[in-house]
Nanobody, 109 residues
Framework: VQLQASGGGLVQAGGSLRLSCIAS????????MGWYRQAPGKERELVAS??????TIYSNSVKDRFTISRPALYSAYLQMNSLKPEDTAVYYC?????WGQGTQVTVSS
């Protein structure tokens, strides 16, 4: 079972990035998929999650800027707009209790 995360990178403040998370090698029902992030010296925090039925949870710090989508049971995407330097972190995707590798997002001021 593998969750493959991609889409991180370096972007200027105000820019956009799209993270992808694709699950493979599983037949589990990944009811919930989403992303946590962890910045240096800070605790890991939930960024966004979405059930396959469409229920979403967003961190207050990213509401109205980030959008999570689930086009299929084994995939999730996080569209990140109006990025801020404080969004800089390693982003980890998850599906139920499974975790993908982190992807670095760096936003320069």
């Amino acid at each position: 079972v593998q969750l493959q995360a991609s889409g991180g990178g370096l972007v200027q403040a105000g820019g956009s990035l799209r993270l992808s998370c694709i699950a493979s090698g599983t037949t589990l029902n990944l009811n919930v998929m989403g992303w946590y992030r962890q910045a240096p010296g800070k605790e890991r925090e939930l960024v966004a999650s979405m059930t396959y039925g469409g229920s979403t949870i967003y961190s207050n710090s990213v509401k109205d800027r980030f959008t999570i989508s689930r086009p299929a049971l084994y995939s999730a995407y996080l569209q990140m707009n109006s990025l801020k330097p404080e969004d800089t972190a390693v982003y980890y995707c998850f599906g139920n209790s499974l975790w993908g590798q982190g992807t670095q997002v760096t936003v320069s001021s």
